[in-house]
């Protein structure tokens, strides 16, 4: 028994395939694989069986024919045909189609302009058809009968005799809509030939056949049918196919194949009787898949649509007429740009407002020059008249510099150390940026002009003096640090005072402004709280902070004041604790140095028979109070212990409830 051999074709590669017969259920065995790098690293678009069981031929995308064969295991792929030299690279169409011959030493191929037989020896080829104006061919079938050449294209079907290809045998209109995807097929026991669509559902039926020595003839009107339901339905392939255990002479079958991987099969058949439709039947099992709800599927190019646009215009405009416009600006501003080099050192001097916020290189020169005519968002973004070529050429020969800037500038600093830590790649200077940006240049093409290498040279140029005038930054106020040369007055007698309020909260760069609920603004008013102040006063500008210790004076392991009772009340010399944020030793006094107490007012004396106990009461307990301690008290004959009495407060109604005075009456002055 011979060996069938089958082909399948995908986008990827081309599988050849055995069916092997040699076990009770039949199975297909791999042969071998033709992939794109067998065929110049192109995609391959169609592929037949040729003179033998392992040898093929395939094209690709590009016309290029080869030919593969497979001996001892070992694949062998050889270049039959180059592409096709007439057509440039830009107008090239990717449909190609194989067809087999009756003679073993050719073969057809067809393009969408052409159809030729080529000679597999000589590669000598002969043009059989070409179509006329719009016209273009959308398929071409193996020869099954000696020198008949079956074809279809967009505006009819074709039976050329490849011996006479000047004259075609039979042309006939189909007169259907302009499809490329029309193919035609022949039925293997008929002379019916059908023609099918990848777009529609649609079959159409041609009865055409010749007779031996008589030429070829339509034996009945052309016929149509839907192979589906929905006229809409797409098929990716389809073939006619006879069952072997199929005994009817006229009964085939149409195979199609959908964009869901199904396979639907259409029975046909053919009969002498008059019939008035063709009919469909379905099988249980269809019925049944019908039935069942089936997932959507949506393919990634379900919404695409072909679309050409000639883009010339837009590139022309963006690399001709816009680098023409520049140029002829560069031109025009020359003198411009010297005049904004020599305003350069001055520029602190002339701004008419400073600025509130800190400035770059390229702010700055922003600024001293007129307004720029395409204005923008942000200053970066805004085009200057630096941006050219007398600009780099001005930095590089140190006219434009960031030390003329920092000389009439309160503050400056050289970022490029923060930025290379933000960026590794950030270069160190105007030629290093040069030299790094030189690995983005287009890969060299002995095609290139001049000029395009030109704007690549200025590109770079650009994009590296915009790098540089970024790596330093000014500012027009400076950094203001606390006085060194000590406390003003009125802070110092704060610090002096025994409340001991916490000083001031002197500020840098940035500076809190005041809000104002009444809308009035005070220059001196002290925009920290008495909280905030308290709770920075520990800390001492320029020491470091992770030697810092935290004190909690509310936590409860402080040592508090205890009263004490002494028997014997000695005098000691007591020093006076010193007051939260003085800046002064304590006051230490002696005891027999303190002048005689006055009495004191608010203190009832008793007198009893039992010693007293003398009390001391320190007068200032953390720092608070204005009078100096008590280091003893006199033994006096009291049964109570002494009581602080009660003060008046100061102020409108700190004193001590008044009687209300009468209304004073009126007299009556003068007569009746």
């Known amino acids: 028994m011979q060996t069938a051999y089958m082909a399948v074709r995908t986008f990827g590669q081309t599988s050849l395939l055995e069916v092997n017969t040699s076990k009770t259920t039949p199975y297909l065995a791999e042969v071998t694989n033709i992939t794109r790098n067998d065929t110049g690293g192109r995609a391959i678009v169609d592929f037949t069986l040729f003179t033998g069981p392992l040898s093929s031929i395939v094209v ?209 058949s053919m009969s002498d009787e008059a019939v008035a439709t063709f009919k469909i039947s379905w ?28 883009l010339s215009a837009t590139y ?17 501003s020359a003198t411009v740009v010297y005049d904004l080099l020599e305003t350069i050192p001055t520029f602190w001097q002339e701004v008419e407002a400073p600025p509130e916020h800190i400035l770059t290189t390229y702010d700055a020169v922003l600024r001293a020059g007129d307004e720029p005519t395409e204005t923008s968002r942000a200053d970066f973004l805004t085009e200057s008249i630096i941006n050219s070529t007398r600009g780099y050429r001005a930095f590089t020969q140190g006219r434009l510099s960031a030390a003329a800037l920092a000389k009439g500038a309160s503050w400056h600093k050289n970022i490029t150390g923060t930025l290379q830590r933000l960026d590794l790649a950030f270069p160190d200077d105007i030629q290093s940026s040069i030299a790094a940006l030189e690995r983005y240049n287009l890969a060299e093409d002995p095609q290139r002009s001049a000029q395009s290498l030109r704007y690549e040279k200025e590109a770079r140029e650009q994009l590296a003096l915009e790098l540089a005038l970024s790596a330093d930054v000014f500012s027009s106020q400076p950094f203001s640090r606390a006085s060194e040369e000590g406390l003003a007055l009125e802070d110092l007698t704060k610090t002096l005072s025994l409340a001991g309020e916490p000083q001031t909260v002197d500020f840098g760069y940035l500076r809190p402004k005041p809000k104002s609920h009444y809308k009035t603004e005070d220059p001196n008013e002290d925009v920290t709280s008495m909280g905030v102040r308290s709770l920075l006063k520990d800390w001492q500008i320029g020491a470091d902070p992770e030697e810092y210790v935290f004190t909690n004076h509310y936590d409860g392991s402080l040592p508090k004041v205890q009263l004490t009772q002494n028997t014997h009340p000695t005098q000691t010399t007591e020093s006076i604790p010193q007051p939260l944020g003085t800046q002064r030793p304590p006051t230490i006094v002696a005891a027999s140095t303190l002048p005689a107490r006055p009495p004191e007012v608010g203190r009832r004396m008793f007198v009893q028979s039992q010693p007293d106990f003398g009390m001391v009461l320190p007068s200032r307990v953390f720092g608070y109070g204005s009078q100096a301690p008590l280091t003893g008290l006199p033994q006096t004959q009291s049964s109570q212990e002494y009581m602080m009495s009660t003060q008046i407060l100061p102020g409108v109604h700190g004193g001590r409830p008044t009687a209300s005075k009468k209304k004073p009456v009126k007299r009556r002055v003068g007569g009746f």
Not at 294 to 304: F, H, S
Not at 316 to 322: E, K, T
Request: aromatic share 8%; hydrophobic share 35%; with cysteine.
């Open 60 to 268: 690709n995308d590009f016309g290029q024919v080869y030919r593969c064969s497979v001996s001892g295991g070992d694949k062998y792929v050889d270049l039959l045909r180059p592409a096709p030299e007439d057509e440039g690279a830009n107008e090239r169409d990717h449909f190609w189609h194989l067809a087999r011959c009756t003679h073993v030493t050719d073969y057809l191929l067809a393009s969408k302009s052409s159809l030729s037989q080529i000679d597999i020896r000589s590669n000598d080829s002969i043009e059989l058809f070409s179509p006329m104006g719009a016209d273009l061919i959308t398929s071409v079938e193996d020869q099954q009968t000696e020198h008949i050449v079956k074809l279809s294209s967009t505006r009819e079907l074709l039976w050329i005799d490849s011996r006479f290809p000047r004259n075609p045998l039979l042309c006939y209109k189909h007169g259907r809509q302009f499809d490329r995807s029309l193919r035609v097929l022949t039925s293997p026991m008929s002379a019916l030939t059908l023609l099918t669509s990848r777009a529609n559902a649609m079959v159409s039926l041609y009865d055409i056949s010749r007779l031996e020595r008589e030429p070829i003839h339509i034996n009945a009107l052309p016929r149509c049918f839907m192979s589906d339901p929905q006229a809409n339905a797409s098929y990716v392939g389809q073939a006619l196919f006879k069952h072997p255990f199929d005994t009817g002479p006229d009964a085939f079958s149409l195979i199609q194949l959908s964009e869901r991987g199904s396979l639907h099969q259409v029975n046909l």
């Open 283 to 310: 099988t249980t099992e269809v019925k049944e898949l019908e039935s069942q709800p089936l997932p959507a599927l949506e393919t990634p190019y379900a919404g695409q649509a072909y679309a050409e646009t000639d």
């Open 316 to 332: 022309n405009q963006i690399f001709c007429v816009h680098e023409q416009n520049r140029e002829r600006r560069e031109e025009d």
